[in-house]
């Protein structure tokens, strides 16, 4: 079955740089999209990215300078990569196969 | 970036029909979603371009509208949706969410 699961460091020191890897099983990366969004504690959902099954890439246009999203596809996985890290980036963090499987997430602290 | 306005919260007893709003800044044609999150938990995906139902999900929800006026329905309501409803639209990029519904059942 389809199946998805973030990964990644709890705590992150300000101003440095976060990388999540997103591990997927049951379906392929180059049939399927792959988003990531976030959600900070108590608050709503903020799509970040996506990453097409093409490979071609989208960012939300209030992160996209910081923001690099990539694969592998030998591997099903998928990355994320954001620098210059403040508290307001602390969040659940998500991947979600289409909109319709999502991960698990993981909790992602912004603090020194 | 088109701003998804809902109701922050509604509460209905079982057995009643509910419905949630959300309405678009812009037009985002029929590329609206709805998702279900309970605490602790990850969104599940309830309909899809507006009045798809997605598969396992049961058929007392139901979408509706295009443009910028949509509706998510629960008809009947059971003590087990307790949680917040989300809309979503993929029209326009960025893709955005609403703030979120957070339903009480009595």
């Known amino acids: 079955q389809v199946q998805l699961k973030e990964s990644g460091p709890g705590l992150v020191q300000p101003s440095q740089t976060l990388s999540l890897t997103c591990t997927v099983s049951?379906?392929?990366?180059?049939?399927?999209?792959v988003h990531w969004v976030r959600q900070p504690p108590g608050k709503g959902l903020e799509w970040v990215g996506a990453i097409w099954s093409g490979g071609s890439t989208d960012y939300n246009s209030a992160l996209k300078s910081r923001l690099s999203i990539s694969r592998d596809t030998s591997k099903s996985q998928v990355f994320l990569k954001m620098n210059s890290l403040q508290t307001e980036d602390t969040a659940i963090y998500f991947c979600?196969?289409?909109?319709?499987?999502w991960g698990q997430g993981v909790m992602v602290t912004v603090s020194s | 970036d088109t701003v998804l306005t809902q109701s922050p919260a509604l509460a209905v007893s079982p057995g009643e029909r509910v419905t949630i709003s959300c309405r678009a800044s812009e037009s985002v044609s029929t590329l609206m979603h709805w998702y279900q999150q309970k605490p602790g938990q990850q969104p599940t995906l309830l309909i899809y371009l507006a009045s798809n139902l997605e598969s396992g999900v049961p058929a007392r929800f139901s979408g509706s509208g295009s443009g910028t006026d949509f509706t998510l329905t629960i008809d009947p309501v059971e003590a087990d949706d307790t949680a917040t409803y989300y809309c979503?639209?993929?029209?326009?990029?960025?893709?955005?969410f609403g703030s979120g519904t957070k339903l009480e059942i009595k």
């Open positions: 979600t196969a289409n909109w319709g499987y």
């Open positions: 979503q639209q993929s029209w326009n990029d960025p893709f955005t």
């Open positions: 049951g379906f392929s990366l180059t049939s399927n999209s």
